[in-house]
């Protein structure tokens, strides 16, 4: 696989948002007599702890992009890497800060996906917040950019054959056909 380059927003935002580490699919509660028939017919599901069962959707996905980017302006001290200085009157430049993590269903009190205790036995889509990932600069492209660098250093890369864009791409191609 060829090195990734993120030259500008546009790369940095696809980058994002087809990372299969800031992805998961989509998953809907069933009842359980409707677990055996939608294994019949090739869906993966899973059962919580408390009973609850999901049919996973592997072709709707939900992305960390759309539901987990924190993004924050505020006023610096410095043109680059400023900090918001205690005298306001100091804090003259503008900055976009963005937070960002993976999303995961993982069990509601302890955040894994094993249980906490007995009470601890649902799970739910939880947000993460991994502070490597942390970045600002003076506007947002800008800052999106060096936050997709920051993932490519931290999580790597992945080929593009397997993001949710071309895999649609070729779902439509074949309907075509």
Same mark, same amino acid.
């Given at each position: 696989? #060829?090195?990734?380059?993120? %030259?500008?927003?546009? *790369?940095?935002? +696809? ?11 989509? %998953? ?28 996973? +959707?592997? $072709? ?9 980017? *924190? ?9 680059? %890497? ?9 804090? #003259?430049?503008?900055?976009? +800060? ?47 950019? #060096?936050?997709? $660098? ?18 649609? #791409? ?8």
């Amino acid at each position: 696989m #060829k090195k990734r380059v993120i %030259r500008n927003a546009h *790369d940095a935002y +696809w980058f994002l948002k087809d990372h299969p580490k800031f992805n998961v699919p989509e %998953r809907t509660e069933i009842d359980e007599d409707e677990i055996e028939e939608a294994k019949q017919e090739g869906f993966k599901v899973t059962v919580d702890q408390s009973g609850k069962a999901y049919r996973i +959707w592997p $072709k709707i996905i939900r992305h960390a992009l759309d539901c987990n980017l *924190d993004i924050f302006y505020t006023k610096v001290n410095h043109p680059t %890497r400023g900090r918001v200085d205690k005298d306001a009157s100091k804090n #003259k430049y503008v900055e976009c +800060w963005l937070e960002f993590g993976p999303i995961y269903y993982g069990y509601a009190y302890s955040g894994c996906e094993t249980p906490l205790s007995e009470w601890d036995d649902t799970t739910m889509l939880l947000h993460s917040h991994d502070t490597d990932l942390d970045t600002g600069a003076p506007t947002f492209d800008e800052a999106l950019v #060096k936050l997709a $660098k920051l993932v490519l250093k931290h999580y790597g890369d992945y080929e593009d054959k397997h993001s949710q864009r071309e895999v649609l #791409k070729k779902l439509i191609a074949v309907s075509k056909a």
